[in-house]
């Protein structure tokens, strides 16, 4: 049965007073308008990062019914779009247009099942960097897999280590039922999204910040050259 199409705003609260302004919808025209204004931001931005994560329909899983994209997120600062793509209105070309494109950066977590299941939405995403394969948690070292919750708690604040929390099977078995989804959904959507974006965005900082390794290796002779002299 074919879904109305709808739009919603919603503010929803991360850490410390960061609070999320999250649009929920299933409008192609609106997705659209989200998209011009975030082209808008980032075009004008020295560094152009957008959070992205996926959400599947978990009742198709095997060979002959692949996981489908049930949610898709994207956030670049404290703007986050939640789309039930599921239960779109129709297509959104402009979101493959930003999605493969290079101008931006898509970061990612665990990313190899997203991009797999954008892609067979014909949603292609080309310049994906996926936070699982550059930084771990040092002080948790012991834990083979880390998950986005134990990076973003280590780099952004320890309120996320609860970000998971009461979020079983039963609440993943719901991304693809109709509209509206439940608060509950639409908070842990939006943070995870946010949470991507903000963590990778910090880890772009500190890695620009570091001092080149010559520069350091100048500054040691230089001091051990002032200390023979003395």
């Known amino acids: 049965m074919p879904v109305e199409p709808f739009s919603e705003e919603y503010k929803i609260p991360c850490h410390g007073s960061t609070i999320m302004k999250v649009l929920y919808i299933n409008?192609?025209?609106?997705?659209?308008?989200?998209?011009?204004?975030?082209?808008?931001?980032?075009?004008?931005?020295a560094r152009k990062i957008v959070g992205l994560d996926v959400e599947y329909d978990k009742s198709r899983d095997s060979y002959f019914r692949k996981k489908k994209a049930a949610v898709?997120?994207?956030?670049?600062?404290?703007?986050?779009?939640?789309?039930?793509?599921?239960?779109?209105d129709e297509?959104?070309?402009?979101?493959?247009?930003?999605?493969?494109?290079?101008?931006?950066?898509?970061a990612g977590f665990c990313i190899a099942e997203d991009k797999?299941?954008?892609g067979r939405a014909d949603l292609p995403v080309h310049?994906?960097?996926d936070i699982q394969q550059i930084w771990r948690d040092p002080e948790k070292s012991w834990k083979r897999t880390?998950?986005?919750?134990?990076v973003a708690a280590a780099i952004i604040d320890p309120y996320y280590e609860q970000m998971k929390d009461g979020f079983g099977n039963t609440e993943?078995?719901?991304?693809?039922?109709?509209?509206?989804?439940?608060?509950?959904?639409?908070?842990?959507a939006a943070r995870d999204a946010y949470a991507t974006y903000e963590v990778y965005r910090r880890l772009d900082v500190y890695e620009?910040?570091?001092?080149?390794?010559?520069?350091?290796?100048r500054r040691s002779v230089a001091g051990i050259g002032e200390e023979i002299i003395s």
């Open 27 to 45: 409008m192609a025209s609106s997705v659209e308008s989200w998209l011009v204004e975030a082209e808008g931001v980032l075009d004008a931005s």
């Open 72 to 88: 898709i997120q994207l956030c670049y600062g404290e703007n986050v779009l939640v789309y039930h793509i599921y239960h779109a």
């Open 91 to 106: 297509k959104c070309p402009k979101l493959r247009d930003f999605l493969w494109g290079w101008r931006y950066i898509f």
């Open 116 to 118: 797999n299941v954008l």
């Open 127 to 129: 310049n994906l960097k």
């Open 146 to 150: 880390q998950g986005l919750k134990d």
């Open 172 to 188: 993943h078995s719901m991304w693809a039922n109709a509209p509206p989804l439940p608060e509950k959904h639409l908070e842990y």
């Open 208 to 217: 620009r910040g570091f001092f080149p390794f010559t520069n350091i290796m």
